[in-house]
């Protein structure tokens, strides 16, 4: 009976120590979840949105394993970024933190932003009014302006703007640094990004791109109160692509 108990254990252990690994194994190096605690990417991606991340799409970095372990030099398998991806990476001021934001600005691109509009490289982004959307900033309820904006390779997205003067609404012209992006909020006058804080990204702190989301909930529930997501949960956004 003693043999048997302790060979219980051991393959119980075992069996825990197989599936950790292998969770680790495909969150290294397949798939990563995250959720979004903040505004910034509204309305593609909205506050108690979880989605999956891709981590083979730009290749594997030290920001691609857990904690960040220094145990990959540079970048293995290198892929980089497209403009319009929605991608995270590790905050270049401090690598403890992931942000995500959209890809504007390559290798070499010259950004700026002129009464609210986007410039690449001299030319003014297309940009459609849409209508009104009811959105979030600095926790606050507003009527932004819905816009479909379309950069210079063809991706259309969807962005907000509170105002067409704001803080980030005109800015200096960004001369992107080789190997390296700048990133933007779809929140145009509600995003610590490329303009503000973050700065240029540089490809070795890419974690990998957005690829679909998988759960949504909105804040009338706190994620324990089970009882109270058939309210909550956002299920039109299930299983839904980010673009």
């Known amino acids: 009976m003693r043999k048997s108990h302790s060979g219980g254990m051991i ?13 680790l194994l495909v969150r290294t190096i397949a798939f990563e979840p995250f959720n979004i605690p903040s505004g910034s990417m509204i309305p ?25 372990l220094p145990l990959i030099p540079g970048r293995l398998f290198q892929s980089e970024p497209e403009q319009g991806d929605v991608a995270v990476f590790a905050l270049p001021s401090d690598t403890s933190l992931d942000y995500i934001k959209r890809v504007i600005g390559l290798p070499g691109d010259r950004v700026q932003m002129i009464g609210g509009h986007l410039h690449i490289n001299g030319k003014p982004v ?15 309820i507003a009527m932004f302006s819905r816009f479909t904006e379309t950069l210079p390779n063809g991706v259309r997205h969807t962005i907000i703007e509170l105002t067409d003067s704001g803080p980030y609404d005109d800015t200096r012209e960004y001369v ?42 909105d804040d009338s529930a706190r994620f324990w109160e089970i009882w109270k ?10 299983f839904q692509g980010v673009h």
Request: charge should be positive; hydrophobic fraction near 35%.
């Open 176 to 217: 992107v640094p080789e190997g390296h992006y700048f990133m933007m909020g779809d929140n145009r006058d509600c995003s610590n990004d490329s303009r503000a804080d973050v700065g240029y990204v540089p490809i070795r702190n890419f974690v990998g791109r957005a690829e679909v989301l998988f759960f949504s909930k």
């Open 126 to 140: 297309r940009r459609e009014r849409t209508g009104d959307f009811v959105g979030e900033c600095s926790n606050n």
């Open 44 to 68: 593609t991606l909205l506050i108690g949105d979880y989605l999956f991340v891709s981590k083979y799409s730009y290749g594997y970095s030290r920001y691609s394993l857990p904690f960040g």
């Open 229 to 238: 997501w058939p309210l909550a949960l956002r299920y039109s956004r299930f």
């Open 11 to 23: 393959d119980t252990i075992k069996t825990v120590f197989y599936a950790v690994l292998i969770a």
